[in-house]
Structures are given as C-alpha cells and as structure tokens.
C-alpha cells in the first residue's frame, strides 16, 4: 500500500492567543492538529492549514516509503555499502511479520520489510534493508555476514533503537538467524523475551 492509499486525516485548527507568529503541526490519534496564533484571519488559517498539512505529507513520504521506493533505496544502499553486488529480486512491506523486523529469501532473492519499520528514523530502516541484502550474499549470522555490515557506520546505532523499541514493547531483539529449511530464510527478528 502507497501513500497515495491513505486518507488524508482530518484536521482540527487550535487558536491560541499566546502564540504570536509561530505556527506548528503534529499528528494526534489519526488527525493532525495544526496550532496557529488567535489574530489570524480565516484566510491565513486556510494557508497554513495547507501549508502545514503537506508539510506532514512529505515527511510521512520520506519516513514511509512505497515499495518502489524502497527497492530504489535498496539498489543505493548496495551499492554503496556491498559493491553492487547485492541484488535481490524484490524487496517489500509485508504486515504479517510479527516477529521480525524483516526477512530474506537467499534462494529467490526475495526481501519483506516489516511495516513495524515504518516510520522510524531513516538511518533504521536502512540498516534493516542493509541487514536483509546482506543476507543475499552470507545466509546466517557468522563471521563473513557481520564483516559485511561492518561498513554501515551507524550499525550499532540502528542495532540499539530496534533493541529499544523492542524492549520498550516487552520483546526481545534476536539477530540470530531463523533458518527455515523449506524456503531458507534469513531474518532480523524478534519475540516475547522470556
């Protein structure tokens, strides 16, 4: 599902006299709330209504990016962290994963992101995507997978805000491969800790 499948959410405009010139936005519960000074006249209402609202939309682009895009990224992240070489034949939010931050396929080339990833800053997904391509060219988590990450210079960083969310959630992170003799998949995982 692209963005354009989403329905603009509703939007409520708060007045405040304490606000002098600065107008603001946020999303809140499905709606975006856009605070505006009381002095403004309807029509500026309206402009910075519209103004603020697509300024949420393409932010919401940048953090949620379509599955074509995302293939885009993917083709980037290959080439510059693992030479090119890493090239799979499709890459994809799938809502069903939920237990992994994402999966690969090695035999067919395939890679689902979960759509949990969405939304969360840039530098995570790309190491989710890096994570998943790798395992194209290194199906576990030994050595020779790891010595291909190694380039990604905010691997650790990536690594603790998925430890975080996990743990803030009550899950426990895994980079432990799952293999699956069947399909032979790969995935950055994790499930309820224990």
Known sequence: MGTRDIEPPAVE???????RRTVSAYREG??????IPARFTKAEEQQWVATMVDRLARGDRKRRPSDAQLKARAAELSQRFLGGVARPTSIRWVANQNS???SCT???GTIRISTRVK???GYVLDYVI????????APGHGPEFWSLLKAYPRLERARGY????AATAGLELSDGAVEDDEL???ALEFGPSD
């Open 162 to 165: 998925l430890e975080g969310v």
């Open 100 to 102: 992994r931050w994402g």
């Open 184 to 186: 032979g998949q790969a």
């Open 30 to 35: 499905g709606r975006t709330i856009v605070l």
């Open 13 to 19: 405009v708060r007045r405040s006299r304490r606000r």
């Open 130 to 137: 890096l994570h998943e391509l790798a395992h194209l060219l």
């Open 106 to 108: 090695p035999a067919d």
């Open 119 to 121: 939304g969360m800053p």
